[in-house]
T-cell receptor
Framework: NAGVMQNPRHLVRRRGQEARLRCSPMKGHSHVYWYRQLPEEGLKFMVY????????ESGMPKERFSAEFPKEGPSILRIQQVVRGDSAAYFC????????????FGPGTRLTVL | DQQVKQNSPSLSVQEGRISILNCDYT??????FLWYKKYPAEGPTFLISISSIKDKNEDGRFTVFLNKSAKHLSLHIVPSQPGDSAVYFCAASVTSGAGSYQLTFGKGTKLSVIP
């Protein structure tokens, strides 16, 4: 009965490198959400995906950020050419239904950009 | 433009007493509200939720009250225990239509329960 899994838990990158964050939803959940938490802030919605589909990426920065949820394997949040402002905690959540359902969160990936 | 506000960054309560955490929202389209608890270096853990068709929902020591006319909800924890010490986030969503899957979070209230 594993919960939402995220890896790595901590990721350090230098400016200009790429960061890849992985998320495996709870068993039976086909809806995945990514949120970002900056220091002293609440979580902010980034993107919502179902298998092989991006449903809404309205919270994603326009450049450098992308997400996917392939038919097989985990969901990936990719940040290209990272900058210091990308340093944050990135949380993945999953739910069995869309809309009106509780979302269950993973432990997060803490990205530090040097 | 913060649509969900938790105006108290922190709250201290004696063990055994009631903890009351407050949350205000501005978007009248929100119709589903949730409370999450978060420990440092962990993800948020779902606590309790309430639909806008209700004004109260209870689960053990946790009760959430919703006042739609005031756009206000609160989480009551009775009795408070030291293990309840954490950051509590209020979140809201719209259950139909565009954006019905996004949770909008407040900034959180850090609860400290003093033994």
């Amino acid at each position: 009965n594993a919960g939402v899994m995220q890896n790595p838990r901590h990721l350090v990158r230098r400016r200009g490198q790429e960061a890849r964050l992985r998320c495996s939803p709870m068993k039976g959940h086909s809806h995945v959400y990514w949120y970002r938490q900056l220091p002293e802030e609440g979580l902010k919605f980034m993107v919502y995906l179902q298998k092989e589909n991006i449903i809404d990426e309205s919270g994603m920065p326009k450049e450098r950020f992308s997400a996917e949820f392939p038919k097989e394997g985990p969901s990936i949040l990719r940040i290209q050419q990272v900058v210091r402002g990308d340093s944050a905690a990135y949380f993945c959540a999953s739910s069995p239904l869309a809309g009106g359902a509780e979302q269950f969160f993973g432990p997060g990936t803490r990205l530090t950009v040097l | 433009d913060q649509q969900v506000k938790q105006n108290s960054p922190s709250l201290s309560v004696q063990e055994g007493r009631i903890s009351i955490l407050n949350c205000d929202y501005t978007n009248s389209m929100f119709d589903y509200f949730l409370w999450y608890k978060k420990y440092p270096a962990e993800g948020p853990t779902f606590l309790i939720s309430i639909s806008s068709i209700k004004d109260k929902n209870e689960d053990g020591r946790f009760t959430v009250f919703l006042n739609k006319s005031a756009k206000h909800l609160s989480l009551h924890i009775v009795p408070s225990q030291p293990g309840d010490s954490a950051v509590y986030f209020c979140a809201a969503s719209v259950t139909s239509g565009a954006g019905s899957y996004q949770l909008t979070f407040g900034k959180g209230t850090k609860l400290s329960v003093i033994p």
